[in-house]
């Protein structure tokens, strides 16, 4: 039936809508003016009515969904893009124009596509940020942002909740087994993680990204890979935004981020960012000075050809105003090494880390750590404390070996195929060792490497939490 028609007359004059059926049935049309006296208001499409906020974090956006009339409000930063059917603060492996993120494994940030009877809120392709929401009945409040969730709805977290770490710790559990329900004084709001989240005049529901495809060998994996990154990397700097995005990247001495930068470098990246040193294996962060490791990135960085900046990886002991941001949404955050990236955040930009580039180990590294599924199960949390930060800054994380985490499965089996021999060290397939990382950097760029092994890393330990 021509519902479209049906709805935008609102049934005022059923003759008219009635006109469009032709030679309808007796049956038909006595059935339709039946209709005519019921509230058939279902039959409206969903309608946007977005209002920006310039006193906002920047890509901070909350949304109320009016069920009954079918109404969806959206408030939000500055940086926000805002089309007729779509608004979002992210990337995916699509033109920019069409808006089509709703299905895609490829997307990064968060937003909402309208579609019909119905409003989908896409969620980030990686665990790294979340949805939250507050099902009202009538209303439900929807936001990328639980403090500005909370603010909203006139809420607040419980002080005589003791089960705060335990929530926040179970997303290294995967998207499957995470704890979704936040306790507050008045009751609890819902927490979404990679899935998207549907909300419909009759029902609340959530749906699967696409799953990413097989991969039989390597060339598989790395065509999808680098294909997948290009789209983004287009879908990033189209002139169809408002505010197309700069790219930025780090560096670690790490084997992810150097695959990373390997990729992407061909598509240009505008800044890397590299922590001169590393996490002690022995001090917290309160008498670390001095006694920390090496992991200057920026002689992978001069081997790939890209500029780099070194920050300050204890820009934290002589300003931390914006604590708030680490810990609002995230206990035992461990990313205020990465505080001074704040400075070199100009415009709205896509981040990309190397976080999960776990999933390149081979099967010794992971020992019995090793769950083949499709889950996304960690081991930490780093980067993960991001979230809110990242709003009132202006960026996007992209933690690129994310794409195509879900066929784990296929990706362990290709590390430790035979192909990949000669460029497996020992135990350690790779393309360089950290004793020659210069000189085999560049190897990257030809075979992205697969497998690795446990390297230093960049987070920050405070005294009460755990290594």
């Not at 033109?95 to 968060?110: M, N, S």
């Not at 040193?277 to 962060?285: D, M």
Request: net charge negative; glycine share 8%.
């Amino acid at each position: 039936m021509r519902q479209a028609e049906i709805a935008s007359s609102r049934i005022k004059n059923p003759e008219t809508v009635l006109a469009g059926f032709g030679n309808a049935s007796p049956t038909l049309l006595s059935t339709f003016t039946e209709w005519t006296k019921l509230d058939v208001e279902f039959w409206m499409p969903m309608q946007v009515h977005a209002i920006a906020n310039p006193a906002l974090a920047k890509l901070a956006w909350i949304a109320t969904v009016d069920r009954t009339k079918g109404i969806v409000m959206p408030l939000h930063g500055p940086l926000i893009e805002v089309r007729s059917n779509f608004f979002i603060e992210g990337v995916w492996n699509g033109p920019f124009q069409e808006g089509d993120f709703g299905e895609t494994d490829c997307v990064f940030g968060t937003g909402g596509i309208l579609g019909g009877q119905s409003i989908r809120f896409v969620t980030s392709g990686a665990t790294v940020d979340y949805l939250y929401y507050a099902d009202e009945g009538q209303d439900v409040t929807v936001s990328n942002s639980l403090p500005f969730l909370l603010a909203s709805i006139e809420d607040a977290l419980d002080p005589r909740c003791l089960d705060y770490p335990k929530i926040c710790d179970s997303v290294m559990d995967g998207i499957n087994a995470y704890l979704k329900d936040i306790p507050t004084k008045k009751g609890h709001v819902r927490r979404v993680t990679y899935r998207n989240l549907d909300i419909s005049r009759d029902q609340i529901s959530e749906s699967d990204k696409r799953m990413p495809p097989r991969f039989a060998c390597f060339a598989d994996y790395r065509q999808y890979l680098d294909r997948s990154y290009a789209a983004i990397a287009a879908n990033a700097r189209s002139g169809a935004r408002k505010q197309p995005l700069e790219i930025l990247s780090t560096q670690s001495t790490g084997y992810d981020t150097t695959a990373v930068n390997a990729l992407a470098c061909s598509y240009g990246i505008d800044k890397v960012l590299t922590v001169s040193k590393a996490k002690s294996n022995f001090y917290l962060a309160h008498n670390d000075e001095g006694k920390l490791p090496d992991d200057d990135g920026g002689e992978i960085c001069k081997s790939l050809g890209l500029n780099f900046i070194r920050l300050d990886r204890r820009a934290f002991a002589e300003e931390f105003n914006d604590e708030y941001l680490y810990y609002c949404a995230l206990h035992h955050n461990q990313d205020a090494n990465l505080k001074d990236i704040a400075k070199q955040v100009t415009r709205v930009s896509l981040l990309l880390t190397g976080t999960y580039g776990s999933i390149w180990d081979t099967k010794k590294a992971f020992s019995n750590r090793v769950v083949l599924d499709s889950d996304l199960r960690r081991s930490d949390l780093g980067t993960h404390g991001f979230s809110e930060f990242r709003l009132v800054v202006g960026f996007i994380q992209l933690p690129l070996p994310y794409i195509g985490a879900r066929r784990m499965e296929h990706i362990l089996n290709i590390t430790e195929s035979p192909e990949m021999d000669p460029w497996r060290l020992g135990n350690i397939c790779s393309t360089y060792s950290r004793r020659s990382r210069s000189s085999q950097a560049n190897l990257w760029s030809v075979e992205v490497g697969l497998g690795g092994y446990f390297h230093s890393t960049f987070d920050t330990l405070w005294p009460g939490t755990e290594t």
